[in-house]
């Protein structure tokens, strides 16, 4: 393992959200960042710019946008002109945007809880009407989408958000059933939006699939991608939505322009040209450490009596502690305070979320090993 990856970070004290909103005896294992070094060819990039005396405004320079598309073409079998492409601040950026460029007040639009919190934030706050295809247990132990109840529910939406592969639930939707998603918002009129910022974390012989490439998505689909995520430069603030539709993307660009958000943050561009030409490598490493951590999770936390539901996707798993009967407020509270170890409450990912925790497992296993033994131990004296 090279990159010091194994070694760990100090974090504290780099205005880190994860790390400085946590009392200095707390492991953080919550929001979705990494606490790996990042890739060094970003890092190097990073600081031959800076040598520069300047900061000015910025331009992608055309090998910066050939470094997306080789990235999407290597990585995930897209085919991605470069006209398609629109930057945003963030992914959730591209979600806000979708949300009120493709509909008006008081238009449907729906989701699929329990959902990464800002797909229900984007919608409520532009005050359209939030519909909800909730996803359902199956008997396997797997989260699956209820299709029949999403044919009922897309009738009069206008715009579906998806979140693919699928946080906090882990799981990486197959592409029958993505094909049945897009052939539905088809049938009903609706625009899809395809969150992919997990894509690259498909693990253990899991292949995402995006909805970019099914039949039919040249028509009123697009996919939010970004390279924060998966190189752990969520700081930099930029990201790329992929939209082949020229009207779709013209309403997008449109509105954009209207609220002014654009992309085009310096050391965003760069980081990001950066990750998506040297990071292949480093990113291979750090998979096999989220699949090892993820191993060591389920054996631990099953062990301990938590339902868990091993992520395909992404380095986020989902728990079920609803057996030990206490509300996401008090677990949350008690995790932090008797354990020393925070973790997101179910209930950030909407009420469906009650009685479920999310584990970030982006860490050197020895970090992670030290969170699972105090959430144990926790676990252990709520069963005493
Ligand atoms: C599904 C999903 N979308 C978007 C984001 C955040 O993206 P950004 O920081 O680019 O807005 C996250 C971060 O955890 C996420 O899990």
Redo the contacts with the bound molecule.
């Keep these: 393992m090279d990159y010091k990856l194994l070694e760990g970070i100090d974090r504290r004290n780099t205005q880190c959200l994860k790390w400085d909103n946590c009392a200095p005896d707390v492991l953080p294992m919550w929001v ?1 960042d990494m606490d790996f070094p990042c890739a060094p060819g970003i890092m190097d990039t990073l600081k031959a710019r800076i040598s520069h005396a300047a900061l000015g405004y910025t331009r992608r320079a055309e090998d910066d946008d050939r470094a997306v598309i080789d990235y999407y073409a290597r990585h995930h079998g897209m085919r991605i002109a470069r006209e398609d492409m629109l930057f945003t601040p ?4 591209s979600l806000l945007l979708s949300v009120h460029a493709l509909t008006l007040p008081g238009e449907k639009v729906l989701i699929q809880p329990p959902v ?1 919190g ?1 797909f229900t934030r984007v919608v409520n706050l532009a005050k359209r009407q939030l519909v909800e295809n909730p996803l359902r247990e199956t008997e396997s132990g797997r989260w699956e989408m209820d299709l029949e109840d999403l044919d009922r529910k897309l009738e009069g939406c206008k715009l579906m958000l998806l ?1 693919s592969p699928h ?1 906090p639930t882990g799981r990486v939707w197959e592409r029958e059933t993505l094909q049945k998603v897009l052939d539905l918002c088809k049938k009903h009129g609706v625009y899809l939006v395809s ?1 992919e ?2 894509c690259d974390f498909a693990l253990d012989g899991h292949v995402h699939t995006s909805v970019l490439t099914l039949k039919g998505a040249d028509h009123g689909v697009a996919a939010a991608v ?1 390279a ?2 998966s190189f752990n430069i ?1 700081g930099l603030d930029h ?1 790329t939505f992929l939209i082949p539709d020229a009207d779709m993307r013209a309403a997008l660009a449109e509105k954009a322009a209207e609220i002014g958000m654009g992309g085009g943050n310096l050391l965003g561009v760069l980081a990001t040209t950066a990750a998506y030409t040297a990071g292949d490598e480093w990113l291979r490493q750090v998979k096999e450490i989220i699949l090892e951590n993820r191993n060591m999770a389920v054996e631990q936390l099953t062990r301990a009596g938590a339902k868990v539901y091993p992520n395909e996707g992404t380095y986020l798993c989902w728990l079920d502690l609803r057996a030990f009967g206490k509300d996401c407020k008090t677990l949350s509270q008690e995790l932090n305070e008797r354990a020393k170890v925070r973790l997101n409450a179910g209930t950030d990912f909407g009420a469906a979320g009650e009685g479920f925790m999310r584990l970030n497992l982006a860490a050197p296993p020895s970090l992670v090993a030290e969170g699972l033994s105090r959430i144990a131990r926790y676990l252990g004296e709520l069963q005493a």
Aim: with cysteine.
């Design positions: 979705a963030g992914v959730v950026k990464y800002p979140c946080n969150d910022i997990h970004s924060t995520k969520a990201s």
